[in-house]
T-cell receptor
Framework: RKEVEQDPGPFNVPEGATVAFNCTYSNSASQSFFWYRQDCRKEPKLLMSVYSSGNEDGRFTAQLNRASQYISLLIRDSKLSDSATYLC??????????FGAGTRLTVKP | NAGVMQNPRHLVRRRGQEARLRCSPM?????VYWYRQLPEEGLKFMVYLQKENIIDESGMPKERFSAEFPKEGPSILRIQQVVRGDSAAYFC?????????????FGPGTRLTVL
């Protein structure tokens, strides 16, 4: 079983749609959680950290469920520019980190 | 504050040659990570280094691959006797020396093509 698993996608949605990504992790020692965005042929860039209380940044909402060991990302009112691959990542106390394989999102006009 | 730098950005090698990929972490960062990404696939962890130490190399192939992060200078990922299957994007990331899990910041990657 992979340490971090994501919906493989692809997700194809119209502009304005709400889309949700889920990610599960297997190691209960995971300490920190993140969502990254990766555009085609570019490096991953941090989108947001994920906290137990949940956090929101504009149209993006991230949530963590430690008991069930999953994190989620919700994108509301999706834009064409949201098209990218979204990677979840879990970090450990020794600063090590593991990434999911990513979920590809395409927002269409 | 310059970000993570990687060079070269593109590298072409023939089968059997050596490839050396360099990574300079962000200023103040002492942890470096290397990842490989095959076309249309996810990011695969290779190795985690601190200055002069390998912390976790569980993702490194057993042969032909090595990594170092010397006291002075960039981190180097070295691939000996490259094969076509080594063609991929190699990303380096860095993080500061803090406890409790920290964000990694990525460089632009080196795209290796093996002919």
């Amino acid at each position: 079983r992979k340490e971090v698993e994501q919906d493989p996608g692809p997700f194809n949605v119209p502009e304005g749609a709400t889309v949700a990504f889920n990610c599960t992790y297997s190691n209960s020692a995971s300490q920190s959680f993140f969502w990254y965005r990766q555009d085609c042929r570019k490096e991953p860039k941090l989108l947001m950290s994920v906290y137990s209380s949940g956090n929101e940044d504009g149209r993006f909402t991230a949530q963590l469920n430690r008991a069930s060991q999953y994190i989620s990302l919700l994108i509301r009112d999706s834009k064409l520019s949201d098209s990218a691959t979204y990677l979840c990542a879990v970090g450990y106390n020794n600063n090590d980190m593991r990434f999911g394989a990513g979920t590809r999102l395409t927002v269409k006009p | 504050n310059a970000g993570v730098m990687q060079n070269p950005r593109h590298l072409v090698r023939r089968r059997g040659q050596e490839a050396r990929l360099r990574c300079s972490p962000m200023k103040g960062h002492s942890h470096v990570y290397w990842y490989r990404q095959l076309p249309e696939e996810g990011l695969k962890f290779m190795v985690y280094l601190q200055k002069e130490n390998i912390i976790d190399e569980s993702g490194m192939p057993k042969e032909r691959f090595s990594a170092e992060f010397p006291k002075e200078g960039p981190s180097i990922l070295r691939i000996q006797q490259v094969v076509r299957g080594d063609s991929a994007a190699y990303f380096c990331a860095s993080s500061p020396n803090l406890q409790g899990g920290v964000t990694q910041y990525f460089g632009p990657g080196t795209r290796l093509t093996v002919l």
